[in-house]
C-alpha cells in the first residue's frame, strides 16, 4: 500500500519518512530526522517538537487507516519525555487504538534507530474530519 497525501512543507522540516503501514493493527511506522534548529543547548530535541513528531505518527495512522479519506483534529495529546532526545535518526509507531464516528484515541511512541531504546510516549484523543481539500 503506498502512503496517501503523506507530502507538506511540514513532513520535509522534521525529516519524515514513511516506512511502513499494517492494516491489520492499524499501525505506521516513520522515521524523522530533526533539523540543528530542532536540537536545544542541552543537546536534545526541544520538547514540544518532540511533540510534532508523536502528531505526525499517530496522525498518519488514523490517515492510513482510513484510505485518506480522513485527518484527526486533535482535542487532546498528552506525551511522556522518557529520556532526552538525541539528534539523529528516530523511529516513531503511531496507531489507532479506537475509531468511533464521534472520537478517535491513537497512541505513539518515539525510539532509537536500532528500537532499543524509548524516548517518549503519547497518547492523543481526536475527531475525525475529512481530510482538507478533499470533498467529502
Known amino acids: 500500500m503506498g502512503f496517501l497525501g503523506t507530502s507538506g512543507a511540514h513532513v520535509a522540516l522534521m525529516g519524515a519518512e514513511f516506512i511502513d503501514f499494517d492494516p491489520a493493527s492499524e499501525t505506521i511506522t ?20 518532540v511533540a510534532g513528531f508523536l502528531d505526525e505518527a499517530m496522525g498518519w495512522a488514523h490517515v492510513q487507516a482510513t484510505g485518506g479519506t480522513e485527518a484527526p483534529l486533535n482535542l487532546e495529546i498528552a506525551m511522556s519525555l522518557l529520556k532526552l532526545i ?8 503511531g496507531r489507532v487504538i ?5 472520537a478517535i484515541f491513537l497512541e505513539g511512541e518515539l525510539w532509537d534507530e536500532s528500537w532499543t531504546t524509548l524516548y517518549a510516549r503519547a497518547t ?13
Open 124 to 136: 492523543s484523543t481526536a475527531i475525525p474530519t475529512p481530510v482538507p481539500g478533499r470533498a467529502g
Open 98 to 102: 479506537r475509531r468511533g464516528r464521534k
Open 30 to 49: 516513520m522515521r524523522f530526522v530533526a533539523p540543528a534548529s530542532f536540537i536545544t543547548q542541552r543537546g536534545g530535541v526541544q520538547g514540544g517538537l
Open 86 to 93: 538525541p539528534p539523529g535518526p528516530l523511529m516513531g509507531k
